[in-house]
């Protein structure tokens, strides 16, 4: 006979997966003497029974009366009985907290005629009635589905009566009435009647709880929280205690530090002469500790005292009900307490300090990914408002400003020391002046890897993209949603973590970088095994990522330095048709360069600058073809002649690409664009040369992208090794410039020992080998169905946040095996969008990746995950 | 001490590799006792010595000095001396042949005191002149670089002066002075004199015949035909013969059985008194084997018997160049013969059926590439002027008929009966009427899979595409080549063989299906063990391939289902509004495909047929955004609203996509695109049931394409089911329909064997395969860089003609051996361009595809290679 009720005594504190969260919780106190108020536990075991069985084990109801029979006797109480009812609540627990997403019934063992009885236990008629009304209330809507609106009606009903702002001032009488008034709610929605019998109801209500492990709500928090949909839930069956018998009686909710800032200080509310749910319906202001302690401080006394037990004992912070029957203090549930980033690494790092926990175990213990959030200004949740629009938070951080509709007004108004937020249907690289001088960036269109989510990103500016429904009017100079229009000019708020976007400047919370984050990351430093790098490609931004810790850069782009004012350039080379202009416009560029290589490499003197030479097809660079034509239509209908744009568009239609991604772009230019590449080396050796005169350290890296064959790699080392060697002879020594390349092509990864030979690094771009190796642009899915896609679980995850393990992982293994193999000192690091991703990092470390380069507010985060990745490999080899 | 010089007697005739083709014909035709001119063999060796080290072997020269006197014995002349004076060809010969590639000096062994005494053994002044100012010219010529033209002057001047046609006509002291003038024009050239010492010439010859080995065409010719560059040449020094001794001396070339039709009658020409390189040269007509029987029936016998000998010995078609020297016959040289295609079919045939080698040998001896010439109308290269622009081969065969720059207009002139060459920048699916109804298609844009290329090769049509220097002007209706304009209505002639197009109509070869082909395809299907199916989408299509020896349809694609007089159907489905709307237009759409499904399934009866769902993206059935720009600008030129357009274009604005063929297309679309994949099931289910009904076989499959989950299949492959089933109830039996799906992205290669859990069978669309591994769109690259990239050996091979093995192969290995381990059962075949590759089939027949798919004109090529590969398959386990 399998066992399904536990007493809290017997239960095993440690087994969640059979007793749930709050059922350990509770035989774990109650085995370690805290005053709990005793009960038993069904467990999941007999939920999950349940549910496929379509009924409860033969035995459960026989196994629940013994455990009944035996509370009877430990709280000298009878249930269904006089003179002291027992009465019971009934409260889901799963292994994983689901707050709020399933079912509960309190108050739980009268009927009609035991009010009284009750009534003669407690003294207090007001109380019984209370009691009883609150109990139908909650049974009549969990257990018979009727809506809750009715109840509440009646209620505000005769709170009008009597005038009186809560329900805690009507009368024994009103109460009575509601309870009648409730029965007749209930018949008349389900043709039935609350059972009489307390059992039928405990009975009744456990099955209900259990039922509720499935309702939709609860489905689709598990999906979002990746929680297993067969774990089931335990039902906590526990004598009920009141806080609601006067005024020394209370209920509350603490923490055993400060949930927000991590404060090493208790924090709580508490609500007297209440029950627990009056604390969440928010009706009446709660009191603070401090409070409690004014009013009971032995009872205060006795709560500091319970918490410092079970944070010993639980070795976090935790989060503790309770409540207070006529002086006594009764401890209800406890675990461990949710906090925001902040906190989390306080308390860590605190709790190391005090000898609590050790420094391994505090960097295990916060979300990697949560620190981005403290990077930046906040938008304080408290306060904000509901949001306008939502779209995808794609650079995370609050900015605000005025809607700006284009790049050179927006540059414009920030040169006036205006703030701005640049608003457009999606950016291009036309706008990346205007982006930089924006406060933030939102679009219409795109996601993720859109080029306004990667551009910001890269810049480190809070960015919100496709953010669908809202409509950019470029003539018109308006967006608008729904009815509401923001006009050029409208303050608006952003928040990039959430894809927010608000009307108006909304108070924004600004980040501070604490010694406690200071001390995390250097344990951290200490247990990781990996290298963080960041990408960057302008000096601030390298800058800005040393000082965040990384140690070097993984990718240095060199498309901006094609942009701002060198545009015009760089289109005069691309249809340039005598080779004397495209020369002399090479030129022009290299000298350009000079100074920005100069710059990373001053920024990061003495660690590694891994320079990618251009990338992106040529055609980016030249207005497009439908863009032409659109010009043409508004010069056709003001009755201009289309002529000289004709000829532009001839012009642009060489370049132009149905599939630009799969098209003429990375080393194909570098081959095909003669000395395209070329110039961009011989800048890059000019600033090492400099560097080096001026006493730096510069640590130049050449990376080549798109390569697809071993060959296009080798005529590109062949070219860098000459320019190097004639650079090498100028500064009279020897500069060694490794030359490698990125793995972003499936056919890179496949042949990567072929293509070891030659490299002597490889650099993962996850993003283009996510999109090839799918078959897929990111851009175009998102607007089309890859939100779709996941919303169906026809995806399981988004394979560009999280590293695809089975395809595009399988490439990366291949890549870093056979690499390796061909070429036992290769270097391998990842420096697209998942080398950011604590999830994709902990593939990464199983691989054996030498490093990975993220954007720098991701820095830290990397830094935390590749600490705890490496952790999870020591204690795994260990066990 | 390495022996460098072998006289023929003593070489081994198998060794091609130290004696290079000729030198190894030589000592072969030696040794079986045909009368060959004496000489000796300097070894490839000593030319990869030479080119290595800058200089010969050191003791070279003694060597051919040691031979130089053992050929003076044997042939009781002396070198350099009287007299008899021992004239000697030197002739390079590397081990696979380069015809024309590498030099050549005859008549080697004179100089100006030596001329009297040639004349005198000869008795022939003329004679003696002749040779001595041939040698003179050639020598210059090859050795000493000297240009042709200045000697082809002095000789012009004095045919002039003489007053005769021919050189042959000039006097011996014409001759006499040719050879003077030509030392003059050499002195001025070059500063330097022929050698007056016959042994000089001799080894500045050999030299330069090595060196030959290096000059461009022969590195081009090399690169082309995938020749090493490090085996190097023979030089074969062999003594002179006369076949212009006079009447009863001449020269000639045949070929044991006529190389054109592959009759077997001999085949050759003649040309009395003269040298061989008069018979290339044109310039005199040559006689034919008949003549030389006429002439000399006792010579023309012994040559017959030569030939059967040689024919025996090689049991191949052998090609001879032969001397008569004052009536006696000399056998210069011997090589396998070249062929046409339709020869080497007959010949192997015929060589089989008289026992000279066995069936497999037969089917080895035909290249399966050529096969496809055979099928259709051919140019007659013999009289084909040149070109007026070349593009690229895109579908075999020729086609002519009026120039039409309109699908709309083809169609009708082709109602009309008029015979149609659609020219066009390139097509769309909008055209798809239009090249149906033409004669074969003309691009200005595009390569091998555009558009235009593939629904070509399906359609059997040929076309020509990417023809760059032709630019289309459609308003204008002409295309212009240089100055060339073709108007519309202009006749054409395009070769999609080849790539040419001409103007005019020119005479054309019809094909003809020869019992020699029927039978050796039939020994091949006795060989092969892969099965041969076609990619078919019509029911005449796949009559035509059923025909050829198709096992089944392996790919019928849909999309041409939704075009044509559909077209409008699709498009309201695609912007419908309102979901009764689009509902009617899907139900339209559904009972219009029944009809094509019936066409398909009865064609094939009784073999598989496998319906491809619909495949490419949405946007491909609207007209572009660029289009509706174009025609708003008409508009507002022409003063009228542009209002509806701009709605139009704000419609097909939602499914554009940057990328589209990384965007919604193959099951995506069956999974956004509610019932549109239902309803092709449903039309195909209706087809079984009516071929059941009319007492057919029907065999569907359904193919999903563009999986890279197993998910997507899984759903999709859950609504066939449901279909399958409904049909079944309805057919009163059980309707099994096997589900499987394209690989066609890497993912769905890295992840088979969760993808074959699902699947019934797998087939690779290598097409996109290829171009998502390497990251390239064919179409785009070829227009911009895959052309240079194979020009310059950046790739050594084109992936979309011969499959990438280290890549793309990769892929399809791991899929195909992971997917058979995860089912067994699974069928795997090949649907791609590369399933009628014969370079591509040798590699799927060694990772075990069951069968290869491709279009109906390539079954033959597929039959037949898919024999060659068993057969080498079956040789490799042999041995």
Known sequence: MTQYVYAFADADGSDRDRFGGKGAGLAE???????????????????????????????????????LARLEKETDRTFGGGPAP??????????FSMPGMMDTVLNLGLNDDLVAVAAEWADDPHFAWDVY???????????????????????????????????????????????????????????????????????????????SWNNDRARRYRKLNGIPDDLGTAANVQMMVFGDLGEDSGTGVCFTRNPSTGEPVPFGDYLPNAQGEDVVAGIRNTLTLDDLARLHPELHTELLSVMQTLERHYRDMCD?????????????????????????????????????????????????????????PRIDDQTAPEPLVVGVGASPGAAQGEAIFDADRAEAAAAEGRRVILVRPETTPDDIGGMAAAEGILTSQGGKTSHAAVVARGMGKPAVTGAAEMKVHLEAKVARVGRVTIAEGDPITIDGTTGRVFLGLLPLVEPTETPELEKLLSWADGFRTMGVRANADLPEDAASARRAGAEGIGLARTEHMFLGERLQ????????????????????????QVDDFEGLLEAMDGLPVIVRLLDPPLHEFLPSRLEIERRMVELAKA?????????????????????????????????????????????????????????????????????????????????????????????????????GTMIELPRAALTAAE?????????FGTND????????????????????????????????????????????????????????????????????????????????????SCSPPRVHVARLAAAQTALAARSVTSD
């Not at 027992?86 to 292994?95: D, N």
């Not at 926990?357 to 403290?374: D, G």
Request: include cysteine; glycine fraction near 8%.
């Open 29 to 67: 106190m109650t085995r370690i003497g805290l005053r709990v108020p005793p009960g038993f536990i069904v467990t999941t075991e007999a939920c999950r029974h349940t549910i496929r069985e379509g009924t409860v084990p033969d035995d459960l109801w026989d196994q629940v009366d013994d455990a």
């Open 86 to 95: 027992l009465l019971v609540s009934v409260r889901s627990g799963a292994k």
């Open 133 to 211: 009304r609150r109990f139908l209330q909650m049974y009549g809507h969990v257990v018979l589905d009727v809506p809750s609106t009715p109840f509440e009606t009646v209620l505000a009903e005769l709170r009008r009566r009597r005038g009186v702002p809560d329900d805690s001032r009507l009368t024994a009488d009103d109460l009575a009435e509601a309870a009648r008034r409730f029965h007749d709610i209930i018949r008349e929605t389900t043709g039935e009647d609350v059972p009489e019998d307390p059992r039928t109801q405990l009975r009744e209500a456990i099955t209900a709880v259990f039922d």
């Open 320 to 376: 503790i009900e309770f409540t207070i029957e006529r002086g006594t203090l009764w401890i209800l549930q406890t675990r461990v307490g949710k906090r925001t980033a902040a906190a989390a690494v306080r308390i860590a790092v605190d709790m190391a300090a005090e000898g609590l926990i050790e420094p391994e175990e505090a960097v295990m213990r916060v979300e990697p990914a949560t620190l981005e959030q403290l990077e930046r």
């Open 569 to 592: 350039t760089v289109q005069d080379i691309i249809l340039a048709e005598d080779d004397d202009r495209r020369r002399a416009g090479l030129e022009e560029l290299r000298a350009a």
């Open 639 to 739: 009755g201009k002649s289309t002529t000289e744009l004709e000829q532009l568009e001839r012009a642009v239609a060489k370049w132009a690409e149905d599939n630009p991604m799969l098209g003429l772009r990375g080393v194909r230019l570098g081959l095909m664009v003669h000395d395209l590449y070329r110039i961009q080396v011989e800048a890059a050796m000019e600033a090492v040369i400099r560097r080096l005169d001026a006493g730096g350290d510069p640590r130049l890296e050449i990376m080549i992208p798109l390569v697809a064959t071993a060959e296009e790699l080798r005529r590109m080392k062949t070219m860098v090794d000459e320019v190097v060697a004639l650079a090498s002879e100028r500064a009279g020594r020897d500069l060694h410039v490794p030359v």
């Open 755 to 763: 293509i070891a030979e030659v490299a002597e690094f490889f650099s």
């Open 769 to 852: 080998l996510t999109q090839m190796t799918f078959g897929l642009s990111r851009d175009d899915a998102e607007g089309l169905f890859l939100r779709d896609y996941l919303e169906r679980g026809i995806l399981r995850f988004d394979p560009f946040n999280t590293i695809d393990v089975a395809g595009v992982g399988r490439l990366v293994r291949i890549a870093v095996e056979e690499g390796r193999r061909a070429n036992p000192d290769l270097q391998v690091g990842v420096c697209g969008e998942h080398g950011g991703d604590p999830d994709s990092i902990r593939f990464f470390q199983e691989v054996g990746i030498d490093y990975v």
